[in-house]
T-cell receptor, first 112, second 114 residues
Framework: GENVEQHPSTLSVQEGDSAVIKCTYS??????FPWYKQELGKGPQLIID?????GEKKDQRIAVTLNKTAKHFSLHITETQPEDSAVYFC???????????FGSGTRLSIRP | SAVISQKPSRDICQRGTSLTIQCQVD?????MFWYRQQPGQSLTLIAT?????????ESGFVIDKFPISRPNLTFSTLTVSNMSPEDSSIYLC???????????FGSGTQLSVL
């Protein structure tokens, strides 16, 4: 079955700098890759997603890239702000939302 | 996206008791799920809540421990039965909206078992 590995587990960046979180997946049939942000005491929030027919997608300060050949996908946050501090989860699925496999999470801290 | 209301938001329970968590969605959804998130961990699927029939459980989860109901398209309950401290986790309701293939989560129920 699908396995998703996420790195790093913790990340601390200076406010205004960029943050990059990387994930790899094992099942080449996976074709949908969402990213979730979870703030303390809240449920995960879908922030961006990408499908396998697209190599890159951007939404304001957030972008996701996908390398199908290498089975890698990454989340890029530019011009980081204090409100970006949270735990981020990547995920992958090939069949439906019921088969979404989550990464282990990255705790992002933004230093003032 | 659909608004997902989950109750209670948190609870502290004694071992051996049961807690029922409710999930209400403000629009019709195709799929409803229940996830568990143990402290500092990722998200683990417990089961798919099927409307009008028995839930579909993932490996490691059983109906006797986590009975689930879904009487209609917008409401589901998860019961955590005969609780032990190991059941202390965040329990999350999630849905896939009609016409979408995106998974959305409720705000979660923080459960502590003493």
């Amino acid at each position: 079955g699908e396995n998703v590995e996420q790195h790093p587990s913790t990340l601390s960046v200076q406010e205004g700098d960029s943050a990059v979180i990387k994930c790899t997946y094992s099942d080449s049939a996976s074709n949908y890759f969402p990213w979730y942000k979870q703030e303390l005491g809240k449920g995960p929030q879908l922030i961006i997603d990408i499908r396998s027919n697209v190599g890159e997608k951007k939404d304001q300060r957030i972008a996701v890239t996908l390398n199908k050949t290498a089975k890698h996908f990454s989340l890029h946050i530019t011009e980081t702000q204090p409100e970006d501090s949270a735990v981020y989860f990547c995920a992958a699925t090939y069949s439906s939302a019921s088969k979404i496999i989550f990464g282990s999470g990255t705790r992002l801290s933004i230093r003032p | 996206s659909a608004v997902i209301s989950q109750k209670p938001s948190r609870d502290i329970c004694q071992r051996g008791t049961s807690l029922t968590i409710q999930c209400q969605v403000d629009s019709q959804v195709t799929m409803m799920f229940w996830y568990r998130q143990q402290p500092g961990q990722s998200l683990t699927l417990i089961a798919t809540a099927n409307q009008g029939s028995e839930a579909t459980y993932e490996s490691g989860f059983v109906i006797d421990k986590f009975p689930i109901s879904r009487p209609n398209l917008t409401f589901s309950t998860l019961t955590v039965s005969n609780m032990s401290p190991e059941d202390s986790s965040i329990y999350l309701c999630s849905v896939v909206e009609q016409g979408e293939e995106k998974l959305f989560f409720g705000s979660g129920t923080q459960l502590s078992v003493l």
